[in-house]
């Protein structure tokens, strides 16, 4: 019998990327939810048997210009107190932790965290399933940065930003970074975040470059670490 995923997507290049075949090959039938035009009453979290709430270019307090968060935010509630396995990134973790009581505002030194980089573990963090990915540049893309929520678990920081991964025992997992990014679709994400690289000043032919570097090894250490997460979760 399959498993059902519903993977939250706001923006068509930000989906679960490499985390698609590991769910495939564990017998998940995978259901996307496209927030900015989806009918959430059509869709039950507790139904599910994993949610993962993916990425945007929008922030987690903006449903005065998005109204549609409004009804995301109660379909994550509806995941959160149903204990379903829920994965949040960058964005969805974003909102994880507003709707757990934790604040999201921009960083304070004003910078925006764009390219690849690795994470540096908290001591929880360092025996939790995302020690799997080692050392291994993974894929940075915000300016805002999330408060750990009480009762949560910090996993992971950076030189940019304390607060980059924390988890709720083990049915929730919240990650500021993008370990779901496919290295080797990074021009769809050049494309469409172009105006933000260009007022951020970032590099686009290093960071094409460092994708084109991490395209077998970043996948393989994400894997690993998802299948990991999957396993704490018997799923």
Not at 19 to 43: C, D, K, M, Q, W
Not at 65 to 81: A, G, M, Q, S, W
Not at 155 to 180: D, P, R, W, Y
Request: contains cysteine.
């Amino acid at each position: 019998m399959s498993k059902l995923a519903y993977i939250v997507r706001h923006i068509n290049f930000e989906n679960a990327g490499i985390l698609e075949s590991v769910l495939a090959e564990r017998g998940f039938e995978l259901t996307y939810i496209e927030a900015p035009l989806a009918n959430f009453e059509h869709y039950d979290a507790k139904e599910a048997d994993l949610v993962i709430v993916c990425g945007a270019p929008i922030g987690a307090y903006d449903e005065k210009l998005y109204p549609f968060l409004t009804d995301e935010i109660k379909f994550i509630t509806d995941c959160i107190n149903s204990k379903k396995p829920l994965l949040g990134i960058c964005l969805g973790a974003q909102l994880i932790s507003r709707i757990m009581g934790g604040h999201v505002e921009p960083m304070k030194h004003g910078k925006k965290e764009i390219g690849f980089g690795p994470i540096e573990y908290t001591t929880e963090g360092s025996s939790s399933p995302l020690a799997l990915l080692g050392n291994v540049p993974v894929l940075h893309w915000h300016g805002d940065e999330f408060e750990i929520p009480k009762g949560a678990v910090r996993l992971a920081k950076t030189e940019l930003c304390q607060n980059q991964a924390f988890s709720v025992g083990s049915h929730i997992l919240a990650l500021q970074f993008h370990m779901e990014a496919d290295p080797t679709l990074i021009e769809s994400w050049l494309v469409g975040h172009c105006a933000e690289l260009s007022n951020a000043r970032i590099d686009i032919c290093k960071l094409r470059d460092d994708a084109k570097r991490l395209c077998q090894e970043l996948p393989a250490a994400g894997k690993a670490a998802c299948i990991a997460w999957l396993e704490e979760n018997h799923l």
